[in-house]
């Protein structure tokens, strides 16, 4: 069995700074891809930040500049950090693998998702 364990959400003023930690653990064979989403009440749900196990990142447009994402895929952990927060970063993040798992082959995985409030 996958499990996906984020942390580190919470609220923040604007201008602020959170840092957003995930790991992955179970029967993993290879992990390919780690990543944040992010859901705002009302919008859908859409990629913040990537990393792949030849360490390429991407990030929406909006947080560039902004946001960091590290980590070591072989240790199946990220991280993302925030700064320079805006109250448009308010959302649901949650953390996302893909991983190919001993006897069920590639798979996707979600976290609970944790909530970042950014508000004076």
């Known amino acids: 069995q996958v499990q996906v364990v984020e942390s580190g959400g919470g609220l923040v003023q604007p201008g602020g700074s959170l840092r957003l930690s995930c790991s992955v653990s179970?029967?993993?064979?290879?992990?390919?891809?780690m990543g944040w989403y992010r859901q705002a009440p009302g919008k859908q749900r859409e990629l913040v930040a990537s990393?792949?196990?030849?360490?390429?990142?991407e990030y929406v447009d909006s947080v560039k500049g902004r946001f960091t994402i590290s980590g070591d895929l072989a240790k199946n952990a990220v991280n993302l950090q925030m700064n320079s927060l805006r109250p448009e970063d308010t959302a649901v993040y949650y953390c996302y693998v893909h991983i190919l798992v001993e006897g069920l082959g590639s798979r996707d995985y979600w976290g609970q998702g944790t909530q970042v409030t950014v508000s004076s």
């Open positions: 990393i792949t196990d030849l360490h390429s990142m």
């Open positions: 179970g029967n993993i064979v290879r992990n390919g891809v």
